[in-house]
């Protein structure tokens, strides 16, 4: 299995508080994602890393933050989390190559009340 | 932009029947195309893959052949058990570098319930 951790797996916080959610991968590849699953969307991608202090963003990242300043980290931060972030966060790895596949962390499961 | 279509169920089958999930993708190129399987409470993992066209790919009984003439990568299994029960997810990464880095682009997910 591919080296992924992911920190807290779960979390239940306050509507407007700040969350940080962790990354860890021991495998030393280039792309890093964070993605969220919800019922009736699938995996919807927030951010993405394609190096260290390299990020760009994906198709639902109002609202969220990143950073990756090591290769092996890449930190995901709810800047005022609101009740409609309540989801399932997914960290997802890949190296560089066109027949790669995403390795994926088991996931964090985010409660905003 | 790529993009992946696929029906989101859920797929209920009984034991021992054959399964197909269709999978269509848009993307520019000759992209490599996956499918991954998420089981109850976990992360996705590798199912099957193919890298180039006619290309098939193969894991745990299930197949899916990589069609360019009609860009999709079905997913078929003969005959499947209860242990299957899961969410199948088509995927593809793109051959183009916008910018020097690539993205795999999901599909919504299609759950599968196999009942005894």
């Known amino acids: 299995d591919a080296g992924i951790t992911q920190s807290p797996r779960h979390k239940v916080t306050e509507t407007g508080t700040p969350v940080t959610l962790r990354c860890h991968q021991t495998?030393?590849?280039?792309?890093m994602y964070w993605y969220r699953q919800d019922p009736g969307h699938g995996l919807r991608l927030i951010h993405y890393s394609y190096g260290v202090k390299d990020t760009d963003k994906g198709e639902v990242s109002d609202g969220y933050s990143v950073s990756r300043s090591k290769t092996e980290d890449f930190l995901l931060t709810l800047e005022s989390a609101t009740s409609s972030q309540t989801s399932v966060y997914f960290c997802?790895?890949?190296?560089?190559?066109?027949?790669?596949?995403?390795?994926f962390g088991q996931g964090t499961r985010l409660t905003v009340v | 932009g790529n993009s992946v279509t696929q029906m989101e169920g859920p797929v209920t089958l009984s034991e021992e029947a054959f399964l197909t999930i269709n999978c269509t993708y848009t993307a520019t190129g000759y992209p490599s195309l996956f499918w991954y399987v998420q089981y109850p409470g976990e992360g996705l993992q590798l199912l099957l893959k193919?890298?180039?066209?006619?290309d098939k790919g193969s894991n745990k009984g299930f197949e899916a052949t990589y069609r360019k003439e009609t860009t999709s990568f079905h997913l078929e299994k003969g005959s499947v058990q209860v242990s299957d029960s899961a969410v199948y997810f088509c995927a593809l990464i793109g051959s183009s570098y916008s910018g020097g880095y690539q993205k795999v682009t999901f599909g919504i997910g299609t759950k599968l319930q196999v009942i005894p």
């Open positions: 997802a790895i890949s190296e560089v190559g066109l027949n790669t596949e995403a390795f």
């Open positions: 193919a890298t180039k066209a006619d």
């Open positions: 495998e030393n590849h280039r792309y």
